[in-house]
């Protein structure tokens, strides 16, 4: 069974940085693709950004040039590194895997808050 054990959320000042990081265990990590997600209050939980096994990476348009996915196999971890945070950033951030060998099955992590004061 895949576990997903994301941390590094926090309060962060507007303009300010963090970095998410995320501990896979449970299968081969590099059958997976690899995923960060965010859930805003109200809101419905989007794609943040997505890393493959070759490190191909993938954005949203609201974090395209002030995040960067990247992922260290041999740590079995995927990270999220966002910059020039707005409030509009304040969200859960989970972690989320997808086997695309198998096509499926995907799994998520229970989520950590980053949250971002003016």
């Known amino acids: 069974q895949v576990q997903l054990v994301e941390s590094g959320g926090g309060l962060v000042q507007v303009g300010g940085s963090l970095r998410l990081s995320c501990i896979f265990s449970g299968d081969i990590f590099s059958t997976y693709v690899m995923g960060w997600y965010r859930q805003a209050p109200g809101k419905q939980r989007e794609l943040v950004a997505t890393?493959?096994?070759?490190?191909?990476?993938n954005y949203a348009d609201s974090v395209k040039g002030r995040s960067t996915i990247s992922r260290e196999h041999a740590k079995h971890t995927v990270y999220l590194q966002m910059n020039s945070l707005k409030p509009e950033d304040t969200a859960v951030y989970y972690c989320?895997?997808?086997?695309?060998?198998?096509?499926?099955?995907?799994?998520w992590g229970p989520g950590t808050q980053v949250t971002v004061s003016s």
């Open positions: 989320n895997s997808y086997n695309y060998r198998r096509s499926g099955p995907e799994y």
């Open positions: 890393i493959t096994d070759g490190s191909g990476a």
